[in-house]
T-cell receptor
Framework: QQQVKQSPQSLIVQKGGIPIINCAYE??????FPWYQQFPGKGPALLIA?????SEKKEGRFTISFNKSAKQFSLHIMDSQPGDSATYFC?????????????FGKGTLLTVNP | NAGVTQTPKFQVLKTGQSMTLQCAQD?????MYWYRQDPGMGLRLIYY???????DKGEVPNGYNVSRLNKREFSLRLESAAPSQTSVYFC????????????FGNGTRLTVT
């Protein structure tokens, strides 16, 4: 059972475009939603994260939008650059219960063309 | 500050051979994890260790064993490698809190022929 569904699987945009990656979750106990960025040959690294008590969080050109009622959250990259080309993973975890594990989406390969 | 160090970076095994993937972190993190990454499958948790002295199965534990040697080191062993275990393996660590970030190593690319 996949608890975090991520789309699209791949995405190509032109420099300056605004790619949007979407994730949906099933477990309402999730209360922490990070995004990880992975460059080729490297391990993923935390990019930005959000709690469900806010609807939006911005860090530089990266924004997470969160819709608690729809159980969906998305990553927007403003003014995208070729250096943003990477694989992006959404994830979810919960503060109660087994609070050590992240559940990851399957990833989105983003290509930003010059 | 090295962060999370994985060895080796690349490995080729024949079916039935065994090997141990090594992982060490120097951030004094409590929790450590082993993931595998396959095309179109994302990151799947194999085993994790919430704290020194404990280990638990993740999503895909079959065919693997782990050892939390001490607070710094967490190894992953394949006793009898199979082609289905061809993958990129990532070790990660974090503080114990649910919202602390995971720090990943740069992975071990394993091919089983």
């Amino acid at each position: 059972q996949q608890q975090v569904k991520q789309s699209p699987q791949s995405l190509i945009v032109q420099k300056g475009g605004i790619p949007i990656i979407n994730c949906a979750y099933e477990n309402t106990a999730f209360d922490y939603f990070p995004w990880y960025q992975q460059f080729p040959g490297k391990g993923p690294a935390l990019l930005i994260a959000i709690r469900p008590d806010v609807s939006e969080k911005k860090e530089g050109r990266f924004t997470i939008s969160f819709n608690k009622s729809a159980k969906q959250f998305s990553l927007h990259i403003m003014d995208s650059q070729p250096g943003d080309s990477a694989t992006y993973f959404c994830a979810a975890s919960m503060s109660g219960g087994s609070n050590y594990k992240l559940t990851f989406g399957k990833g989105t390969l983003l290509t930003v063309n010059p | 500050n090295a962060g999370v160090t994985q060895t080796p970076k690349f490995q080729v095994l024949k079916t039935g051979q065994s090997m141990t993937l090594q992982c060490a972190q120097d951030m004094n993190h409590n929790s450590m994890y082993w993931y595998r990454q396959d095309p179109g499958m994302g990151l799947r948790l194999i085993y994790y260790s919430a704290s020194e002295g404990t280990t638990d199965k993740g999503e895909v534990p079959n065919g693997y064993n782990v050892s939390r040697l001490n607070k710094r080191e967490f190894s992953l062993r394949l006793e009898s490698a199979a082609p289905s275990q061809t993958s990129v393996y990532f070790c990660a660590s974090k503080l114990g809190q649910y919202n602390s970030p995971l720090h990943f190593g740069n992975g071990t690319r394993l091919t089983v022929t």
